[in-house]
């Protein structure tokens, strides 16, 4: 039997660790079970400002069942170390090569080309090296996390510096990421539901939770059409359905979500784990108020029936949502004008 079919507590020290696979995982776990991760890196390496805002919200949203610490002082703990507890006492641990990441677990987009090894080892002997590990580790979101551990912009070192793409609202340039551009609009006529070809979909997209009639009428999905998939094949991971991969997404109006690839033929993207937050951010960036009808009008008065991802490694992308992209997206998928 499965360890989180029977335990209520997994204790975790990773040398690194994604929030996309904190997020994924706290998905998969019973609601009444708790996660407790140390990142043992970041005391040496210091933690990416975009992981680390995700790391705190997602201990803020789920309080009771969640806690995220750092290594600190300059120490660098590159054990990967996965304690199962029950009323506090261990019942299964391994200890081996896998970071508490999706690819990691091999669950990733890299799943293929990818190897780690985990072997049991004693469970009692496992929680006393998890407790003394994250004695000398802080929360972080304690009020000194700033002073403790140093938050750094993402690395650009593995990305071709050669290929620089100047975007809008990025914060900076973005040295070579893959990009894709996607519409918020439909691609094509759908004569059953009256929606025309370059407009918000009545039925899904923007609108879904409002034409589905969803109790969260600001659900939402972006699509991802065939000629991006067959262009693009592997830029978004995607993982089997009811296991998908989650992944982290930065915009450029300084907001985050996690994100995962949705759909019947892997055609959608939406946010987990509820797709009402991707509704809930254009609403706000359009100037429509929650659950209300998004239409043409407000896509042309803000400009763009556009967004465009960057990939900056397997788990974590950036989201343009800008009226430059307008031309771009108008040329790729023809548009006519706005």
Do not use: C
């Given at each position: 039997m499965a360890p989180a079919a029977y335990a209520d507590e997994l204790k975790i020290v990773a040398g690194y660790a994604s929030p996309a696979m904190v997020s994924r995982v706290l998905a998969e776990l019973p609601d009444s079970a708790t996660l407790h991760l140390v990142v043992g890196m970041a005391g040496h390496e210091g933690v990416v400002i975009a992981d680390h805002e995700a790391f705190t919200a997602l201990q803020e949203a789920n309080s009771d069942r969640l806690r995220v610490a750092y290594t600190t002082g300059g120490r660098s703990i590159h054990t990967k170390l996965y304690v199962w507890s029950r009323q506090g006492e261990g019942v299964e641990a391994y200890v081996g090569s896998s970071n508490f990441t999706q690819n990691g677990f091999l669950v990733g987009w890299r799943q293929s080309r990818h190897s780690e090894v985990l072997a049991r080892t004693d469970p009692s002997q496992a929680m006393a090296e998890f407790a003394r590990i994250e004695s000398e580790s802080l929360s972080a979101i304690h009020p000194d996390v700033e002073n403790e551990i140093e938050l750094h912009t993402r690395s650009r070192a593995s990305l071709d510096s050669a290929a620089i793409a100047d975007v809008p609202g990025a914060g900076g340039p973005l040295l070579g990421a893959e990009s894709l551009i996607l519409p918020l609009v439909a691609i094509r006529d759908y004569p059953p539901t009256g929606t025309v070809r370059g407009e918000p979909h009545r039925v899904w997209g923007l609108n879904w939770g409002v034409g589905r009639g969803r109790s969260n009428r600001n659900e939402a999905s972006i699509l991802i059409p065939q000629i991006a998939r067959d262009d693009k094949p592997n830029f978004f991971p995607r993982g089997e359905s009811g296991r998908r991969v989650h992944f982290l997404v930065g915009t450029d109006d300084n907001k985050s979500m996690f994100m995962s690839v949705a759909e019947q033929g892997d055609k959608a993207l939406h946010s987990v784990p509820s797709n009402g937050a991707l509704g809930e951010y254009f609403r706000f960036r359009l100037g429509v108020a929650n659950?209300?009808?998004?239409?043409?009008?407000?896509?042309?008065?803000?400009?763009?029936?556009?967004?465009?991802?960057?990939?900056?490694d397997d788990e974590t992308y950036h989201m343009i949502y800008s009226p430059d992209l307008e031309p771009e997206g108008m040329a790729l998928y023809g548009f006519p004008p706005l």
């Amino acid at each position: 039997m499965a360890p989180a079919a029977y335990a209520d507590e997994l204790k975790i020290v990773a040398g690194y660790a994604s929030p996309a696979m904190v997020s994924r995982v706290l998905a998969e776990l019973p609601d009444s079970a708790t996660l407790h991760l140390v990142v043992g890196m970041a005391g040496h390496e210091g933690v990416v400002i975009a992981d680390h805002e995700a790391f705190t919200a997602l201990q803020e949203a789920n309080s009771d069942r969640l806690r995220v610490a750092y290594t600190t002082g300059g120490r660098s703990i590159h054990t990967k170390l996965y304690v199962w507890s029950r009323q506090g006492e261990g019942v299964e641990a391994y200890v081996g090569s896998s970071n508490f990441t999706q690819n990691g677990f091999l669950v990733g987009w890299r799943q293929s080309r990818h190897s780690e090894v985990l072997a049991r080892t004693d469970p009692s002997q496992a929680m006393a090296e998890f407790a003394r590990i994250e004695s000398e580790s802080l929360s972080a979101i304690h009020p000194d996390v700033e002073n403790e551990i140093e938050l750094h912009t993402r690395s650009r070192a593995s990305l071709d510096s050669a290929a620089i793409a100047d975007v809008p609202g990025a914060g900076g340039p973005l040295l070579g990421a893959e990009s894709l551009i996607l519409p918020l609009v439909a691609i094509r006529d759908y004569p059953p539901t009256g929606t025309v070809r370059g407009e918000p979909h009545r039925v899904w997209g923007l609108n879904w939770g409002v034409g589905r009639g969803r109790s969260n009428r600001n659900e939402a999905s972006i699509l991802i059409p065939q000629i991006a998939r067959d262009d693009k094949p592997n830029f978004f991971p995607r993982g089997e359905s009811g296991r998908r991969v989650h992944f982290l997404v930065g915009t450029d109006d300084n907001k985050s979500m996690f994100m995962s690839v949705a759909e019947q033929g892997d055609k959608a993207l939406h946010s987990v784990p509820s797709n009402g937050a991707l509704g809930e951010y254009f609403r706000f960036r359009l100037g429509v108020a929650n659950g209300a009808v998004v239409t043409l009008d407000h896509l042309r008065a803000f400009g763009s029936r556009f967004v465009k991802f960057f990939r900056l490694d397997d788990e974590t992308y950036h989201m343009i949502y800008s009226p430059d992209l307008e031309p771009e997206g108008m040329a790729l998928y023809g548009f006519p004008p706005l």
